[in-house]
């Protein structure tokens, strides 16, 4: 079996491409950050087109009790912020790049990024445990 393409592995795989190709926009709006007429790109947010809900049963909340509330876990991709910078926001020369923004979105992918090689090493480490395999 290819565990590097299967299930969390696969999914965790893609996560680390798009983090790295996300890092490397990003440093190019830094490196651009006094071109005239730049506009900052970035990518669209990360989606795993499904496959992980399908691949991990839902869970249902159970109200147990009078006071506990029910309720629904909102995806993450609605909580991210899309927005295109104004020309209120550009610089004289029509360059775009906010660096402190710039700045905090790569603090973000550093985040993401040592989450994502954290869940793969866990994840790694169950399958040598299942396997019986002894550090």
Do not use: C
Request: charged share 20%; proline share 7%.
């Amino acid at each position: 079996m290819d565990w590097s393409s299967a299930a969390p592995f696969g999914i965790l795989k893609q996560r680390l491409d798009w983090l790295d190709q996300r890092q490397q926009v990003l440093a190019r709006n830094i490196a651009n950050a006094d071109t005239p007429g730049y506009v900052p790109a970035d990518l669209k947010p990360f989606a795993t087109g499904g496959g992980l809900a399908r691949q991990i049963p839902a869970v249902q909340l159970a109200a147990t009790a009078p006071g506990h509330l029910g309720g629904t876990i909102a995806p993450a991709q609605a909580w991210a912020e899309q927005r295109t910078p104004d020309a209120a926001e550009a610089t004289p020369n029509g360059n775009a790049v906010d660096l402190e923004e710039q700045m905090a979105k790569l603090g973000e992918v550093g985040a993401a990024h040592k989450l994502a090689t954290q869940l793969y090493r866990k994840y790694t480490g169950m399958v040598r445990t299942a396997a019986g395999a002894r550090d």
